[in-house]
């Protein structure tokens, strides 16, 4: 049976987890995922346990934050004045707004303080700094 190698289109099921067993994403009730292998299109942990599977097989991975999104980097946090704010949001910690980056790149970002003045917000992947565990099954390679 064939196995999946780089540049091979994939369909994957897949469902991730934290370490304390919070699931964080799962395809189980829509579609598979569909990527090339190799092309950087998922994590480069997901990308290397596909790699080498055969469809039907089902396989279960832990990943370290280096393999999946990385350490949560100090850069990605900043604040900014509340004037910058559409004058009829009003923020709140733990809320998602989006960001232009100075070369046009639309960002989502997340408050974690709000002051009188000023929001923080932090750019780093919500799942930056976590170890991630997916169980998969290939479902074809095209």
Do not use: C, W
């Not at 900014?80 to 960002?107: C, I, K, W, Y």
């Not at 170890?131 to 074809?140: E, G, I, Q, R």
């Amino acid at each position: 049976m064939a196995q999946a190698q780089a540049g091979d289109t994939v369909k994957v099921h897949y469902t991730g987890t934290l370490d304390d067993g919070t699931v964080f994403d799962s395809s189980q009730d829509r579609d598979p995922i569909e990527f090339t292998l190799g092309q950087k299109q998922v994590i480069d942990g997901f990308d290397t346990a596909v790699t080498g599977m055969e469809v039907g097989e089902t396989r279960s991975v832990s990943l370290t934050p280096d393999e999946a999104y990385g350490q949560p980097r100090d850069e990605l946090v900043g604040t900014v004045d509340r004037d910058r704010l559409p004058e009829e949001l009003t923020p709140e910690v733990g809320m998602f707004l989006q960001a232009q980056s100075p070369d046009g790149q639309v960002n989502d970002v997340k408050i974690t303080d709000v002051s009188d003045d000023t929001i923080t917000i932090d750019a780093n992947h919500p799942l930056a700094g976590q170890n991630l565990h997916f169980d998969l099954t290939l479902v074809s390679i095209g």
